[in-house]
């Protein structure tokens, strides 16, 4: 297994911890030197908070730890494409490396932002996005 598929299967953790909540499972974690140092589930019902995607809460706990606002030496792993707040805020942040797994057709920034990312930032998509795109699916499918 590689470090991609390695990170993203903790990130799937998380998310798996979201639907357990009854959150949208998406989660993350931010990786810095080989070595998680953040993650992060969507908590947008459990706070009431309409940016609590997990992208948000991870970039907070990364740059708390690490005593800064900039993660330019870190790796962003979600398995659902950010949205453009969450790009935007990857931005801002200077993310190094932004690895996801399922595309987000109607809310993913690449769709509707594709610009939104630091220009530095470099990004790996589909990251065993089957897995996590079957994960949002069923979840969705269970609401209906």
Not at 23 to 34: H, L, R, S, T, Y
Not at 45 to 54: G, K, P, Q, S, Y
Request: with cysteine.
């Amino acid at each position: 297994m590689d470090k991609h598929e390695m990170f993203m299967r903790k990130a799937l953790e998380e998310a798996h911890l979201a639907e357990e909540e009854g959150e949208i499972p998406v989660g993350a974690v931010v990786v810095c030197k080989g070595r998680v140092i953040a993650r992060a589930h969507n908590q947008t019902e459990r706070l009431n908070d309409v940016t609590a995607h997990a992208e948000m809460l991870a970039i907070t706990s990364a740059a708390s730890l690490l005593g800064g606002k900039y993660l330019n030496d870190c790796t962003l792993y979600v398995t659902l494409e950010p949205c453009v707040m969450c790009g935007g805020a990857l931005a801002w942040a200077q993310i190094g490396e932004l690895v996801y797994g399922a595309a987000d057709p109607h809310r993913g920034y690449a769709r509707l932002s594709p610009s939104v990312l630091h220009p530095k930032t470099n990004v790996v998509a589909g990251v065993l996005d089957d897995e996590c795109g079957e994960l949002v699916k069923s979840f969705f499918a269970r609401k209906r």
